[in-house]
């Protein structure tokens, strides 16, 4: 089984990341627009990318702004029962947000280009967070 894991250091408290992750409003500003979230173990977020698939997230655990763990019941056939989590923890004034994206069957072309895409994700989410932080919203 391959996984994807990556760091990003935010210059934001771990409070805030939580937050854009685990709502609607969160993550269609840094995901898509077009989305159901509820911060609830058991519910299926959807986030649809104008794709043949909606991709289906249900939500395994949430562990009040430490950790989100998604598995993939609906995506892509490359997506289907793959894991997604998100760790926070708060250092030095700034936020490190480790995320693993596991259990996939195999190192795909598909795999190398989901890569890029997290790494993209991680990117949209310190831009986003650390201008809330600026804003002081």
């Not at 259990?103 to 280009?113: G, K, P």
Request: glycine fraction near 4%; charge should be negative.
């Amino acid at each position: 089984m391959e996984s994807i894991e990556l760091v990003n250091y935010i210059k934001a408290p771990a409070s805030s990341i939580y937050q854009v992750l685990t709502t609607q409003d969160g993550l269609s500003e840094i995901w898509t627009k077009k989305l159901i979230v509820k911060p609830e173990v058991g519910f299926i977020n959807e986030f649809d990318f104008n794709e043949a698939e909606i991709t289906k997230m249900k939500i395994i655990e949430l562990q009040q702004d430490t950790r989100i763990r998604w598995e993939c019941v609906d995506s892509d056939k490359e997506w289907i029962g793959t894991r997604i989590s998100f760790d926070l923890s708060e250092r030095n004034n700034q936020t490190a947000v480790i995320l693993k994206h596991s259990d996939w069957r195999a190192m795909t072309e598909y795999y190398q280009w989901c890569n890029y895409n997290w790494s993209m994700f991680l990117l949209r989410l310190k831009t986003y967070c650390e201008g809330l932080t600026k804003t002081g919203r």
